[in-house]
């Protein structure tokens, strides 16, 4: 069996997750989760899934920190 694995805003490097069985979009950020129940939450959105491979390529937002 050959689950997905996630990579952060480019296809070479490692994976940021390996082994995905799931994945969730909600409220702006991609919530992962592996078979073995390891989760991930990632602040961005889905660029690109490809399926014969098993990748699917992240946007990583990196949201402004607030001044007071």
């Known amino acids: 069996m050959c689950l997905a694995k996630a990579y952060l805003n480019k296809w070479n490097g490692e994976p940021a997750l390996q082994d995905i069985a799931h994945m969730r979009l909600h409220d702006g950020r991609v ?3 592996t078979l073995l129940g390891e989760e991930m939450v990632i602040p961005g959105r889905v660029v690109e899934v490809d399926f014969a491979a098993s990748r699917i390529l992240l ?3 990196h949201e402004a920190e607030k001044v007071s």
């Open 59 to 61: 946007d990583e937002h």
């Open 31 to 33: 919530e992962l989760e």
